[in-house]
């Protein structure tokens, strides 16, 4: 091209004067120069339409540099293929994207030297708006870009963007896209087994998180990508972006549309659709599935279905195998279904599955690896744990585990050995050692930490057991306030603080000289603690109570004023233990003796 005879660093000055947008000075350099808005002022090959595209600072700017150049030069590519298009999308800037495509619409359809369109820039980088405005011109211009390998990037580009929402009007479109494989060998539905957060069984939501979720109302049935959303419609999410929810009285759905955008409502009503949109393109997916014949649906749907075993998504393992029941028996180069990954990699959600088979299910645990490790062996082996606190909680969890699978298995397998010469329990034994002596340590550390301050708080409480505020009576030794209703309070709440701080003490001085043997942190330890820690919150607020009602007694008659806010600081202390120290309280309790996470989910026979 003619924009080549000179070097791209001649072109500085033009290079600034787009970037910051000044019209005038480009202006003046393309008198100049005639050639100049069509030559390439970067090392990539980038003349000053994509610079101004990808920054999208002054649109008036871009504006006049279209008006300026012919439909051909604006199709000029950059050293990878890239049109101004590209960068725009790249870029998020929908505007410039409008600009460009209003001049020449087949600025949709060029793609770059990975064959990728703008709309797949778009995509990959997470622009919805930028997607929703390319999308319905880019199939209007060349519906092969939702065919074949291209079309399942662009599917799968929506995935990883989290933009589910238009992924499934693009399945529902052009349902042969859940059936191919993209540039990298990758189905949608593999990628989609990649993201457990797009589902209910991946998200992560605390208590109060999980009622409005389950309170929320998702409006809608299907999927359309129309212009004709307005804003409104857009704003309360009550268009044709939304997902059907039935039984939903009308006040809470009035109150949800309205209420959407804001906070915790706003996060929960999107995570739903989320998860209502993934929920149904795997369904659509497997279905077009099980319509084929032969071999072509095992190998389609064997590396997502083992991907959600890994991954812990029990929705896509639900689907498939009721979809098409023989996925039960697929394994991976280990010769491992997906029963022997969930118990390796503690996905109990899979695991669980195991109790909607019929008869079945003795023959899913029946199989070996290619080591010969049974189903058991595979419990006893370490599985890297970020959701449990502690190495002691980690190791209950970790023993349950193992006794839950050994429940299901035959009995004659339990002394099966491997490869190696290795039953199930040896297994256990050498894979979690080091483990155990982590376990060891935690708890006696963290024991040894509650000791010094239960033993501080007994100390404290029996002294003020003999020192009574107001004093005795010199005569008989009697106290002054005795029939003081303040004092039978403080005197009351320092009993049950020496009690209840005594028993602290006498718990963790269990723990400290426990002989640490595995079958310990399943139930003894973890009972020890947690009655550790509620008699030490229960020493702590008690002697506080026993404090604020001793200033009352030695305060009241005088002062009266200054009790309010030493009350409500004696409150401080607590809540801030209690704060801080019940997370690992009700880890351990629900571990120890809260519903288990194993068994039937649902009534529901899958196979």
Known sequence: MAGTRRHYTEYLGLYKATLEGDWTEADRIHNSDPLAFTAHITCKFEVPLHIAAGTGRNLHFLKELVQRMSERELELGDSFGSTALHLASIAGNTEAARILVSKNSRLLILRNCIDDTPLHCAAEHGHEDTVR?????????DPTVFAGEVGVNLVNHL??????????????MYPNLGLERDRNGKTALETLAERPHAFPSGSQLGYCRRLVYKSIYVDGGSVELSSGITDEENQTGCGTWCVDAKHISPIWKNFSCKFR????????????LMHKHALEIVRQICDETAKLTGLTPESLLRNPLLKAARMGIHEIATMIIKAYPYSVWLCDDDNQNIFH?????????????????SMQKSFATRSTDHYG?????????LAPSKRILGAALQMQRELQWFKEVEKVIQPSFIENKNRTGKTPRMVFTEEHRELVKEGEKWMKDTASSYTFVAALVATVVF???????GG???????PIFLNNLSFMVFAASDAIALFSSSTSVLMFLGILTSRYAEEDFLKSLPMRLSIGLVSLFISITSMLIAFSASMYIVLSH??????????LLAVFPASLFAWLQFPLLVEIVLLTNGPSVFGQQSKEIIY
Request: avoid cysteine; charged fraction near 15%.
């Open 133 to 141: 405005f390319l999308l319905p011109k880019t199939e209007n211009l």
């Open 341 to 357: 990954l969930a118990v390796l990699h503690r996905q109990e959600n899979v695991f669980n599955l195991l109790y909607q088979m």
């Open 472 to 478: 005795n009576n010199s005569d008989k030794g009697i």
């Open 373 to 381: 490790n049974n189903i058991l062996h595979l419990a006893g082996k």
């Open 463 to 469: 002294a003020s057991a003999f020192t009574v505020p």
């Open 558 to 567: 005088q002062s009266g004023f200054v009790l309010i806010p030493i009350v």
């Open 159 to 172: 995935f990883t963007a989290d933009l589910y929402g238009i992924a499934r009007y693009v399945l529902e």
């Open 261 to 272: 955008r804001f906070g915790l409502i706003k996060h929960s009503y999107d995570s739903k």
